[in-house]
């Protein structure tokens, strides 16, 4: 979907709203922006502003379990859709996923591993399901 060309040429006009209402730039085709960003305060605090569903839910989560070491600053409803929390540092991590540069000797090397980890649960199980009864 196109933008409006006199949207496109008063861009400095308008560039404010389209962030923050359509779209998150001029060839951006998602909807709607989806922003995380996190703040380091100092070495035992980070401040993470969200507008992710997900994170919202997650941050609302941790707060319940951890209720000292979460702390909710603004809610998503009072600041058009963004959530801002702050955490303990050390709970923020940059991880990439696990199967990423794993080659195909070490992937059927885990394959078989696990094959076997089931099996000898299942039987195990059986076993221990045995002398119970």
Known sequence: MNLDSSMARNWKR???QMNAKKRCCLNCRRRYRMETCIDYVDHTVAVVSTDEAK????????????PD???????????DGCMVAEVPVNWIKIKPPIGLSMTDEERARRAESMREGRKNAR??????GGEDG
Request: net charge positive.
């Open 55 to 66: 994170w919202h839910r997650r941050l609302r989560e941790y707060k319940e379990k951890f």
């Open 69 to 79: 070491l979460v702390r909710i600053k603004t809610e998503p409803e009072n600041n």
């Open 14 to 16: 308008y560039g404010k």
């Open 123 to 128: 039987i195990s199980d059986a076993s221990e």
